[in-house]
């Protein structure tokens, strides 16, 4: 079992940036890729980004490429995403998620964050 916590999420204007924050309890997550999603009002999950075991690869949402930088450290068990030129576009309910298998799909990943709500305003 892995539980998992974001943070970091907040109210920001367009062009601004936020750092959200993912920290992971037990003692296996550098055994555990590590990915973000998002979920809009109304719309449907979306990959943000994931990362590998050791910090690569690194796979991004069109979206997001260039914007939004993903990392690990895994002697704190924490994953993070910095997010950078953020758009109104953004507003969504950001989840931390940890699987086996590096993937864009979110049947690919096993636990789940309660999600970190990040508004952009114009």
């Known amino acids: 079992q892995v539980q998992l916590e974001e943070s970091g999420g907040g109210l920001v204007q367009a062009g601004g940036s936020l750092r959200l924050s993912c920290a992971a309890s037990?003692?296996?997550?550098?055994?555990?890729?590590m990915g973000w999603f998002r979920q809009a009002a109304g719309k449907e999950r979306e990959f943000v980004a994931a990362?590998?075991?050791?910090?690569?690869?690194?796979f991004y949402g069109d979206s997001v490429k260039g914007r939004f930088t993903i990392s690990r450290d895994n002697a704190k068990s924490t994953v993070y995403l910095q997010m950078n030129s953020l758009q109104s576009e953004d507003t969504a309910v950001f989840y931390c998620?940890?699987?086996?298998?590096?993937?864009?799909?979110?049947?690919?990943?096993?636990?789940w964050g309660q999600g970190t709500q990040v508004t952009v305003s114009p």
């Open positions: 990362i590998g075991l050791s910090g690569v690869p690194t």
């Open positions: 998620t940890a699987g086996r298998v590096l993937s864009m799909s979110t049947r690919a990943y096993n636990y």
């Open positions: 037990g003692r296996t997550f550098s055994s555990y890729v």
